[in-house]
């Protein structure tokens, strides 16, 4: 079993900058694909970022340039810096950790979902 605990969600203005943590319990992170997703009111969950257990990230196109994923495998945690923060980023985001593509492993862990706000 993995807990995936996720911290630094908030408010912010428009333009402003929030980081999110995702601490992983387990021996699992380190060859985990981890991703970031999020769910806007009223809207279905959908993927924003994730980065492979290699730092391989990929992005949302309209978050790329403004969001960076990143990972300490020393720390099991998985960051998510976020600048630039528009109001149509409002959204539940989650942590997610994934088996890597070519991989016997099935699992599918979810953080709690901290809340993102951001005032215009």
């Known amino acids: 079993q993995v807990q995936l605990v996720e911290s630094g969600g908030g408010l912010v203005q428009a333009g402003g900058s929030l980081r999110l943590s995702c601490a992983a319990s387990?021996?699992?992170?380190?060859?985990?694909?981890m991703g970031w997703y999020r769910q806007a009111p009223g809207k279905q969950r959908e993927w924003v970022a994730g980065?492979?257990?290699?730092?391989?990230?990929n992005y949302l196109y309209s978050v790329k340039g403004r969001f960076t994923i990143s990972r300490d495998n020393a720390k099991n945690t998985v960051y998510f810096q976020m600048n630039s923060l528009k109001p149509e980023d409002v959204a539940i985001y989650y942590c997610?950790?994934?088996?890597?593509?070519?991989?016997?492993?099935?699992?599918?862990?979810w953080g709690q979902g901290p809340q993102v706000t951001v005032s215009s």
């Open positions: 387990g021996s699992i992170f380190r060859v985990s694909t």
């Open positions: 997610n950790a994934k088996p890597p593509r070519v991989s016997a492993l099935k699992y599918d862990y």
């Open positions: 980065i492979t257990s290699g730092g391989r990230t």
